[in-house]
């Protein structure tokens, strides 16, 4: 079975850029989180998807991250514009229920912003 | 609001010792509580969960937790130490009866085993 797959595996821009990540989810699972893990710290959820639809965003900097999920499969992940404090990495996982500790995580996104 | 603490930033320890690795959470209703582990350029993975029953729960390769609710502790440990164990462990809360609440984690331990 195929792990959740994410790109590009680094990233380097420079602050007030754009920058988007991809994540493929395992397929048939219905759940899908998106984490910042800062470093020293542990991940801190962004959004969850259940389908295409989204069941918490409530951590989501909303002013300049977005996320989708288009036909509830793949998912992508915008900054816009990008801040030095947003460098980080960003983890995306599947589960195929909504019980939490049933996620795979996929390798992660190493965006550093200089 | 819940939150988990992780004791140690980074446990240094030599081949085939023991470690321990201190997990501590706060919360005041029921919780699930977990061990992630994250080795170099890979994603988490789930190392042991407490969901209910016996309160030591043990892993395929050697870990065990035991979650103790008087003292609102997860810590893990291992008899003896391999070098393939040098990584990064997360401890991880999920809140209530269901377990649909998102996760939320420790600062992690980075345990380093020296040859």
């Known amino acids: 079975e195929a792990g959740v797959a994410q790109s590009p595996r680094y990233k380097i821009i420079e602050k007030r850029q754009s920058v988007a990540f991809w994540c493929n989810p395992i397929?048939?699972?219905?759940?899908l989180y998106w984490y910042q893990q800062i470093l020293g710290q542990g991940p801190k959820l962004l959004i969850q998807?259940?389908?295409?639809?989204?069941?918490?965003d409530s951590q989501l900097p909303k002013d300049r991250f977005s996320a989708e999920r288009l036909k509830g499969v793949d998912s992508t992940l915008k900054i816009q514009p990008a801040k030095l404090e947003d460098s980080a990495v960003y983890l995306c996982?599947?589960?195929?229920?909504?019980?939490?500790?049933?996620?795979?995580f996929g390798p992660g996104t190493r965006l550093t912003v200089t | 609001a819940q939150s988990v603490t992780q004791l140690d930033s980074q446990v240094p320890v030599f081949e085939e010792a023991p470690v321990e690795l201190r997990c501590n959470y706060s919360?005041?209703?029921?919780?699930?509580l977990f061990w992630y582990v994250q080795y170099p350029n890979q994603g988490l993975q789930l190392l042991l969960k407490?969901?209910?029953?016996?309160?030591l729960v043990e892993s395929i390769n050697g870990f065990e937790a035991e979650f103790n609710k008087s003292q609102t502790s997860f810590h893990l440990r291992k008899p003896s130490v391999h070098i393939s164990d040098t990584a990064e462990y997360f401890c991880?809360?999920?809140?209530?009866?269901?377990?649909?609440?998102?996760?939320?984690f420790g600062k992690g331990t980075r345990l380093s085993v020296i040859a």
């Open positions: 919360s005041s209703v029921s919780v699930y």
């Open positions: 991880a809360v999920s809140v209530g009866f269901t377990g649909n609440t998102p996760l939320v």
């Open positions: 397929s048939g699972h219905a759940t």
């Open positions: 407490y969901l209910s029953g016996s309160t």
């Open positions: 998807f259940q389908n295409n639809g989204v069941v918490d």
């Open positions: 996982a599947s589960s195929p229920s909504r019980v939490a500790y049933e996620q795979y």
